[in-house]
Every structure is written in C-alpha cells, then in structure tokens.
C-alpha cells in the first residue's frame, strides 16, 4: 500500500534501507489494529508474518499447567514482535496477547521469505536488522534468568 | 572524588561506636520480606538529619548491627525513615520491633547521591528491587526543587509486581506530569497489565539527552554492571553516573577494614562513588 | 609524640639499666618488653632487668623460628618475634561499652579510656614504622580511635638499635631501619666489646632526655658513636630478604588477573598467621554480645583478618570466597592500596609474615615473581589465564 511507504521508511527496524528494497517490502505490509486482550497469534500456530509495534503494547505469554498464564515478555512503541517466521519449521513458541489497544503494521513473511530467495541482497538486509533484535532479545532474556533480586540463602 | 554530604552534627555521644537509643514511632510491611522503620529522631533533630544515599547502623539490642540507608525525606526531621529487607537475624528482630521499643542508632555515615551537581541536566535514575530505598531520598530532594533540573526519568526494576517497592508512591510519581517513570518486572502472571522485561530495556527508549545526563543506579551489583553498560551504549559518560555500593560493615567509620572495595572504603570513601573512579576494581572478580 | 634531637649522646652501663627500669615504674609505667617463654621471644610484663632474653638470639626462615644461645650475654641480640608492639596499643579484644535496659530503656555506659602508662622496652626501627603506620590508621581527622589514641599518648618508647638481622629481615629494602630515626623517647645501642658491656643512649624527646637524665650515665665519645654505628652497619648488610619496591602500587593494581595468584593459593592455607603476626594488621570485628535474661549487652572489639570467609560476607555469601582473593586482598592492600589510603607502604620489612607462614610464603618472592611475568615474551602470555 501507498500509504504505509513513509511510515515504514521512519520505523527505526527499516531505517537506511535502499529504496529499491523499501519497495519490495511495502508489497508485503499491512495495517493492523488489535484490541485490548486480542491474541495475535498463539503457542504452536504457524508462524507467517511478523509486527512492528507502532502502538500500545503486546504480551509474550506461556500457560504453564498449575500456575496459568506467565508472561515473559512486553513489547511497545518502535519494538519488533515475532521471527518464527525466518526459522524452518515457522510455528510460534508463545501466545502474544495484546494488553491494549495495539496499532502496528503486519509484514507478510511468505511474501518476503520468496523475495529473499530471488534477491539476496534484501535478504542480507532483513537478516542483519533481526540478528541484532534477536541478540537484544537473548541478551535480556539472559539477565532475566539471572533473577538476581533473589537473596541466596 | 566522593559527593560530600553537608557537614552534619553527629548523632552519637563521645563513643564512635556507641548507638543512640531512638524510639520506634511506626513499622510498616512494604513487600513480602521488606518492611519499613520510622524512628524519632534523636535530638536535636533539625532538617537535614542526613544527606540523601547516606546510611545508619542500626543496633537492635543483644542482637547486633547492620547498615541500613536512609530511606525517607531528609527535610523532615519528625521521623528517621528506613527500610529494611529481613535477611538474617538481626533484621528479622528488628521486625518485630513495635511502637514504643527503642532502636539504637549511630550515623549518618556515607557520602551521597550528587543532588547538587545534577541541577541543570537531565537526571536518570534506575532502581533494581530494594534499591529503590536508598535513591528515594533523591528522588525527594529532586522532586522539592523540580525546576532545577531537565528531564527526570525514574526506571525501576524488579522481580514480581508483588516485590514493587513504594507502590502507591510510585503510581502518585507515575502520574505527575514532569516525571517519567517506568516500572518492569522480571515476570508476571499475565494479569499484570504494566511491562516484563528486565529494567535495562527501557533504557534504549526513555527521554533524556545522553550528553547532559546524571545518572544514579542503585541495586544488585549484577544489575548496575549492566545498566551501567546501557547506560555507556546510549552516550552517558562514565563520569555522569553515580552508584551505590554494598559490603560487610561492622564499624561504619574506616577502621575495622571488612568494607573495602580496592582502595576505598565503602563505609567513608562510598557506599555512593562516581563510576569512573572505581572502574577498575569494580570490574575484578572477587576483589 | 617523640621525635629526634640530635644532641649528646649518653652512655649507659648494662649493670645501670636496671635503675632506668626502676625511674620509669616509680613514675607509673608498666614496663613491657622482650622475655623467653614457650621457645619465643615475646613481649609481656617485666618485673627486672633479669626477664630479658640474655644471652638469646632467634633464627628464622621462611616457616621457621627457633631460639639459640649466643656466645655473649647481650640483652638484645634477636630480631623479632611473633609478638608485636600492636598486642598493647590495639589489643587482641576490648570492650567498646556495655549497655543495661530496665523497662524497654537502655542505658549505655562506654569503656573509660586505658589510664595505665606503658613503657616499651627494645622497640625495633622498624616497629617504630610500624607503630607510625597505625597510628595513620587509628588517629585520622575525621575519625579517631579513642581507645588506641590514649594508649598511644602514654606511651614511653625506648627503642633498640639492631646489632644483626634476622634471615627473613628486610627493612633496608622498605627504608625503615635497621637504625632508629624517630617515633622514640630513647634510643639504645647495645656494644659489647673487650669486656665492656653499655649502651650508647640517645633521646628523641624531652621525656626521654628527662629520664636519662635521672640514671647514671657518661657522654659518648667519638670512639663509642662509631662503635654503634658500625654495629648498625653489620645489621644493615646481613638482610634475609629484599624487596624491589619500585612503582609496586602500579605493578599489583596492573596484576589482579595475573595467574600467580592461583599458584600462591595453592599453597597458602588462609590460617591467618601472618594477619595475626603482621604488626600493621589491623582488621577488626566487633561482638555483640548479651547475656541470658536479655537485659545485659556488650560490645565488644576483636581482631579479625582478612582471611576469613566472615569478613566479606554479604547476605548470602562472601565477596573473597576463594583463598585466592582473599591472599591477594592481603598482598595487594599490604603493598599497594595501603599507600592510596595513607600515604606509606602497610609494610615494614619485619619477616614476621614469611617466617611464622606455616607453609614459608615469601611476599618479596610473590612480589619478584609478578614483576618477572611482566617480564616475559608475549608468547607465554597469550590467552586469558586465570579470570578473565
């Protein structure tokens, strides 16, 4: 869509990226609206596009048996939700729960899987952008596990 | 090389190490293992009873000592405030302290939270879990002369929203307009409406100028290593942040040698030090 | 405090000496000093004269101390045992106050400060460094140890010139002896020489000029001054031990991560002799103590030492748990943080540490050890060793 090239263009995730590529990807983009306690997607679906939150916030979830649901994870404003879509076999881990009303723009990663493919170069570019939010991820991730405001015994 | 506390007058008489006994005026539960303490103050007690980060040691009777910051108003010499996370014996007696029973105090020892010289930046200040206790003061004495400073972001971390310090004061400050305030836990259940994540992520995103802030941490050591990397990949020079340092005290006054951190002494030299100046031995293992 | 006057010099017959033990305990001092007991030289209480090691002298080495007869019967012919001169300023364990509590108020009443003068009898030169040291730890302008600070003041110091040093002694290399420079009342110089036996006496203070002056003595002449220099020459070239002291602060603060200090830990067993024995050591903790109906509390002041798991506990566990950061604590504050917080070395060149160490640790070796890995080509060095 027309309409969604300069906010992609501004998003941070997409910043300085080729024009030629920008084209290609608003191809793939799409505006979408959740609503307050809205699943976007859920534990085991398949996993096809991903989100760039431009507002309210979302919800990683796990149910744990006994205990029920735990979130792990929030996400907001600028932050990028979802990358079971570059990894074979594409099926989400968690449940992501809209908290509040969360606009974002959808890209469509079957569509962009295929344009990889036939150009490298966006692919080379889609990748090093997710290497560095997945090692933000992993990083924070990390830190939670440390759970140091734990006093040992 | 420290921020200097305003001279104050000593509490204690003659014996450095001998405790003022002060009478308990309030005890509170806070969270599940952190309670809070008010005291009267011993006289004379005029504003300010101490600096804010400064720290007192409190001795509960035949049972023993340990240090404990400051954590109310320092214009308010009504009550000496602290609050306290039970962790061995001497804390879980002072839990059972209750009105009326005195509490032997001696302090206010420590250097402080650099007040003064944030005046005319933006100030950063990051809380991890009972650190939010000793960075309240600051947050007080910030907040009395608002006009003094740019941009003020509060970021507090910790571990469950069950273990949120101050909550109620902490939604009061939320909801101020020249204060920004964001609170993450490490985990929830999914009832909890407000951001998971560790605190450091927030870091990234919040409003302040890199180049012209002061920034205080305050929380496990683990914590400020790595809000003080953040801090480091966003612009904050080494030089603008403050932390708050922890170790085993037992005289409070540099002689007894357990607090050492290198070549200070966390008890005079600290608990709060400008980053830079102890970098490198605050990076050493085990020192 | 004492200083130096450099005026006349006295001497003393060895058969006098007893009268100057007798001017000070007529003028309220107890009189502490050298005496043999249990196989050591230690210091304690003396009655006499009579209580000095005559005749004695120690042999030490790395993990060893033993006693042994001389040919003479000089009063003063050892080094230094595992006793020090801080076991009277700063002793082992002192209540700080006690405290009563009738209905919920308690009532506190602090240890009134030492009253009884001392006299210190054989000081070395390089425990007058030492007790210089602490009082740069104790007596500072923000904080002052009260308790230390009145034994301190009423201290009389007379101090002895080494005639020989000890196989792990070096004091040339720290600057701190063997001759006697200041920090003394008075300053003696045992000779004894073709069947004389007398001291050459100098004082350092008004305090000790007076009290010299009420025992029978004689000027120094030239031939007697240089008799005791020389004496002070032999003990200066027989050091055990030497220590390279140069940029030492920068050399350990740049070694923190060096890996002799995993190969020091695997010896070192954390006893805390050296701490114990140290006579510039001074950790302390503090006891607080009640009795069993809970109406009665003390305070009470003991040594403690960097080499307990205790001392860097922080709820939960220890800072230093292992025995190498806690064997580097010790080195590194000894030799190099001491002088970033007072302005001198904390050591003195004593051999205390090296002699009365169980296993024979030599810190002049560890110290020579670090600098020769600085030394070495870069391919030895690749990789992280030790922590990273």
Redesign the interface.
Known sequence: METLRPILAEHPFFRDLEERHLDLIVGCASNVRFNSGDFIFRHGEEANEFYLIREGMVALEMFVTGRGPVTVQTMGEGEVLGWSWLVPPHRWMFDAHATEMTRAIALDGKCLRNKSEQDHDLGYQLLKRFATVVQENLDAARLQILNIYEVQA | MKSKPEEMTSVAPPGLMTPVFCRVLKTQQETRDTFTIELEPPAPAQAPLFAPGQFNMLYVFGVGEVPISVSGDPRRPQSLVHTVREVGAVTRAMRALKRGDELGVRGPFGSSWPVEEAEGRDVVIVAGGIGLAPLRPAIYSILAHRQKYGRVVLMYGTRTPEDILFRKEVERWRARLDLSVHVTVDRAMAVWRGSVGVVTTIIPRAGFDPHNTLAMVCGPEAMMRFTILELQNRGVGLDRIYVSTERNMKCAIGFCGHCQLGPTFVCKDGPIFRYDNIQRFFEIREI | MAGQLHEQEYILERNHLQKLFDVLSRSGHRIIGPTVHDGAIVYDDLNSVDNLPAGWTDVQEGGTYRLKRRDDEALFGYNVGPYSWKNFLFPPRTR??Q?D?NA???Q?T?EPPEAQKMAFIGVRSCELHAIAVQDR??I?P?????SYQSRREKAFIVAVNCGQAGGTCFCVSMNTGPKATKGYDLALTEIIENGRHYFVVEAGSEAGKTVIEQVPNTPAGAAQRSAAEAVVATAAGQMGRQMDTTGIKDLL?RN??NPRWEEVASRCLTCANCTMVCPTC?????E???NLK?DH?E?W?RW?S?FTM????????S????A??RYR?WMT?KL??WI??FGTSGCVGCGRCITWCPVAIDLTEEVRAIRESEELPTESKEGHHG?T
């Open positions: 700080l106050w405290a509590r919920g108020t308690a506190i602090d730890v104790f500072q923000k904080f002052v140890n009260i603060y923190y991560r001074f950790c302390s903790t503090v607080d103590v009640t809970g509390a305070r002041q403690d960097c205790d001392l860097s506990y922080i709820h939960g566990g800072v230093r748990s292992s190498k950061a604590q504050h190099a943080t970033d917080q922590d």
